[in-house]
């Protein structure tokens, strides 16, 4: 159990270095450093996604990064950039967020039945 909570953090951490690279993207003003810091951040997130595939399934990997940087981007957009979050927003972070809580307590090894 202690390597899927490692592999949620590596996942969540890939989800936050993609959200970080958008940001630096808009942020940055000088191009070289932009283009630099874009290039760090993604090259971050698949170290990161790829070691949060050595603990989970490649589905439960997938998910929690992507609602990482969906939530994370959609923050950085409201907080950074002032950027309206209407209440569909709000209703679909909540599913994914819901989405995620029960996609890792499902568990791939609990299941004896093959078809």
Excluded: H
């Amino acid at each position: 159990m202690e390597g899927k909570k490692k592999g949620y953090a590596w996942a969540v951490s890939a989800g936050l270095n993609a959200a970080l690279a958008a940001v630096s993207a808009k942020l940055i003003t000088p191009q070289i450093l932009r283009y630099g810091m874009v290039v760090l951040f993604n090259v971050t997130m698949w170290g990161c996604y790829v070691n949060s595939l050595k603990a989970l399934s490649s589905l439960q990997a997938t998910v929690t990064n992507f609602a990482a940087n969906f939530l994370s981007s959609g923050l950085a957009g409201y907080f950074l950039f002032q950027e309206p979050l209407s209440f569909k927003w709000f209703a679909g972070a909540m599913l994914i967020v819901v989405g995620s809580l029960l996609l890792s307590k499902s568990s791939i090894e609990k299941k004896t039945r093959t078809d």
